[in-house]
């Protein structure tokens, strides 16, 4: 199936990983960045909060510093990104996206302007949907058979940390537009 050219090119893949699926009480641990390019960046911050019985289970023991404050982290993530607005596309970003908006200090007040990427998250999900695939592809029992058939091999990839996240998104996203054209 030959899909059209996506929009932009323009695009930064990007997990995080945070204290609590509550994001009312939880805030992001970790986040990991990667470019088009290949171009990436692996932030932690410093937490002193409670943390869910799940997160200690699966991310804690992969936080191995340095931690950065809220303030440092938001420097070097706009130092990353640029001047350039990009999109930034994560695997369904739900929790992800409220984090990050939460990070930056979004409110109504500020009307987006204190983003450096545009305000509008890509979702992960909804691609694989419309290259027609089942959204859930890369979380359930069928993940290793999709990788194998898009020759993307996910042992490479540490799971739950943002950084490995990101990049095996990044990877699956190249691999789908490849077989697609």
């Not at 323009?10 to 609590?20: A, G, N, P, Q, R």
């Not at 911050?45 to 289970?57: I, T």
């Not at 984090?99 to 992960?124: A, H």
Request: proline share 4%; with cysteine; hydrophobic share 40%.
């Amino acid at each position: 199936m030959k899909l059209p050219k996506p929009f932009s090119d323009d695009l930064i893949f990007w997990d995080t990983e945070f204290s609590s699926f509550d994001i009312h009480k939880g805030e992001i641990l970790s986040i990991g960045m990667v470019k088009m390019s290949g171009e990436e960046l692996y932030i932690e911050l410093e937490h002193r909060g409670q943390v869910s019985e799940w997160v200690k289970e699966n991310v804690v023991s992969q936080l191995k510093g340095p931690k950065l404050n809220r303030e440092e982290a938001v420097k070097r993530i706009r130092d990353f990104i640029g001047d350039g607005m990009p999109y930034l596309m994560a695997y369904v970003q739900t929790f992800d996206i409220p984090y990050l908006y939460k990070l930056f200090g979004v409110d109504d007040s500020k009307n987006n302007k204190s983003l450096p990427f545009n305000w509008i998250p890509m979702d992960f999900a909804s691609v694989l949907f419309a290259y027609g695939y089942d959204p859930e592809e890369l979380v359930t029992a069928r993940r290793e058979k999709f990788c194998r058939k898009i020759g993307v091999k996910r042992s490479e990839y540490r799971e739950h940390h943002a950084l490995d996240d990101a990049k095996f998104l990044r990877d699956v996203y190249i691999a789908l537009i490849k077989s697609k054209k």
